[in-house]
Nanobody, 127 residues
Framework: QVQLVESGGGLVQTGGSLRLSCAAT????????MGWFRRSPGKDREFVAA????????YYADSVKGRFTISRDNGKNTGYLQMNSLKPEDTPVYYC????????????????????WGQGTLVTVSS
């Protein structure tokens, strides 16, 4: 099983950009579809984006489509979330997740069943 560690969060002004990274330990990262979620205090976890193990297919929440890009480099055991045109509502803690059985298209509805989660990284967008 892989373990995931997010990084790249921080403080940015509205309209700015950040790139989050999700580093995986273990040799089998390429077997996992992976995705990004976020959660604000007092709110439910929200799906952000997902990508298949090969990187060939990507899926986005409507709220981030056109602004965020998910990618991965299996050679580096790392996934990424490039976030552009950030808004204050993009503010919460971001988590990466991965699963060998749940396919990327289903991450939006089956986030609670995913196998592996990172500890989260905080993104703060100031207005």
């Amino acid at each position: 099983q892989v373990q995931l560690v997010e990084s790249g969060g921080g403080l940015v002004q509205t309209g700015g950009s950040l790139r989050l990274s999700c580093a995986a330990t273990g040799r089998t990262f390429s077997y996992y579809d992976m995705g990004w979620f976020r959660r604000s205090p007092g709110k439910d976890r929200e799906f952000v984006a997902a990508i298949t193990w090969s990187g060939g297919n990507r899926y986005y929440a409507d709220s981030v489509k056109g602004r965020f890009t998910i990618s991965r480099d299996n050679g580096k055991n790392t996934g990424y979330l490039q976030m552009n045109s950030l808004k204050p509502e993009d503010t919460p803690v971001y988590y990466c997740a991965a699963d060998r059985a749940v396919a990327a298209p289903l991450f939006m509805t089956r986030g609670g069943y995913l196998e592996v989660w990172g500890q989260g990284t905080l993104v703060t967008v100031s207005s």
